[in-house]
């Protein structure tokens, strides 16, 4: 039996799942698991070939991973504006600690953010990585994140380290 085609599925294959797990088959016949920029590279190079384990809930499905742009758009590897709502660009960021948090203690604290240059978050690890790299914001990844727009635009509630905010 074949493989499924990744392809197939469009947007709807879960290339960012936590659950989804890679396998990379090298020419010589090796397998490893996991897929990042290296995996791409091979398999761009048709040094390797990436297949993924899509899990389900009573069985799982073996896919091989045959729209390699669309696999390095998912995992970040190549910018995606349309998939993420944000411009690779420095952002116009504008934020506070949220009225809620209280401890000054904590090692992690909620800020409200707002995006002057028109962005929108739509893959906070995007955003978080471009946080890191513009302002050297360590952003929470895991766990809840928030948004709520009114009259005056949208507004984002992230954790945050503490040590890692500047203004």
């Known amino acids: 039996m074949e493989p499924r085609s990744a392809a197939a599925a469009g947007k709807d294959f879960p290339y960012t799942l936590d659950t989804t797990c890679y396998i990379e088959v090298h020419g010589d016949g090796g397998v490893t698991q996991g897929a990042g920029p290296d ?6 190079a048709g040094e390797s070939r990436l297949f993924a384990v899509w899990p389900g809930q ?3 499905d073996l896919f091989a991973i045959d729209d390699l742009d669309e696999f390095a758009r998912a995992h970040g590897i190549v910018h995606d504006e349309e998939r993420t709502g944000l ?3 420095a952002h116009d960021v504008r934020w ?3 009225d809620r948090e209280q401890n000054p203690r904590s090692q992690y604290v909620s800020i409200d953010l707002s995006l002057a240059c028109g962005c929108s978050v739509k ?3 995007t955003f978080a ?7 050297g914001w360590d952003l ?3 766990g809840g994140w928030g948004y709520h727009t ?3 635009g949208t507004t984002y509630t992230f954790r945050a380290r503490r040590k890692s905010l500047s203004s």
């Not at 995996?39 to 761009?44: E, F, K």
């Not at 990585?129 to 302002?135: F, G």
Request: proline residues 0%; hydrophobic residues 40%.
């Open 39 to 44: 995996a791409y590279r091979r398999a761009v």
């Open 96 to 98: 506070s600690l949220a």
């Open 87 to 89: 411009a690779d660009h």
């Open 150 to 152: 009114d009259a005056n």
């Open 123 to 125: 893959d906070r690890r």
């Open 140 to 142: 929470a990844v895991t």
């Open 58 to 60: 009573w069985r799982s």
């Open 129 to 135: 990585a471009q946080m890191r790299e513009q302002r």
